[in-house]
């Protein structure tokens, strides 16, 4: 991590508010080991060094309770797709101008670690993406100078058009996110002890 990253806050905006159809319940709540998905990935977080970390939810789903030091936003909207979420948890965090930015990641990839999103963060002024299978995707590390362009995204798109150009580091397995039963399972084989 650079002297910069070290001294300006970043946060992380976990994008949770999906309806999980296909999984067939809220995958923010399946488990893999002790914990769901959705305390994983604030627990990841943390280690990462990332504060304050915002769980943006689906205003029906309840967590009882919620993950440790995670600040709940609640998407009204979230059947408008990802940017709706994006959104969300950007005006979230409007009030903290001490940011230097937010890394953006969804609960549903297991193969994101502490070191992964350390690693995100090393040029704090550049946008950094995650790859995986031949593609750019979140995790992404997004500067607070960007902020402005992601809110005015729309749609189930997301934030994919300002990938194209970033920066890359590769994770390895991030193309298991947990869509099925059958990711799930699989998550579970790899990641749990």
């Known amino acids: 991590m650079s002297a910069d990253a070290a001294r300006t806050p970043v946060a992380a905006v976990i994008l949770a508010a999906g309806a999980s159809r296909r ?3 809220p995958k923010q709540l399946a488990r893999l080991a002790d914990e ?3 305390e994983r990935v604030v627990r990841v977080s943390f280690e990462a060094g990332l504060d304050p970390v915002i769980g943006v939810l ?3 789903l309840a967590l009882d309770p919620p993950p440790s ?3 709940r936003v609640d998407n009204p909207n979230a059947a408008e797709g990802m940017a709706s979420s994006i959104l969300a948890g950007l005006k ?3 009030h903290l101008t001490s940011l230097s930015g937010a890394v953006i ?3 549903d990839q297991p193969a994101v670690t502490p070191s992964h999103l350390q690693k995100l963060i090393c040029r704090p002024n550049d946008i950094v993406a995650s790859s995986y299978a031949g593609r750019k995707g979140i995790p992404a590390y997004f500067p607070a100078t960007h902020f402005r362009q992601l809110l ?3 749609g189930e798109v997301g934030a994919r058009d300002l990938l194209r150009t970033a920066r890359a580091i590769a994770l390895t397995g991030g193309e298991l996110d947990i869509d099925s039963v059958e990711d799930l ?3 579970r084989k790899l990641y749990s002890p």
């Open 23 to 25: 999984l067939g319940f």
């Open 36 to 38: 769901t998905l959705l």
């Open 58 to 60: 689906a205003v029906d």
């Open 69 to 71: 030091g995670m600040m």
């Open 92 to 94: 979230a965090l409007q």
């Open 105 to 107: 990641l969804a609960c």
């Open 152 to 154: 005015a995204l729309r």
């Open 185 to 187: 399972d699989q998550a």
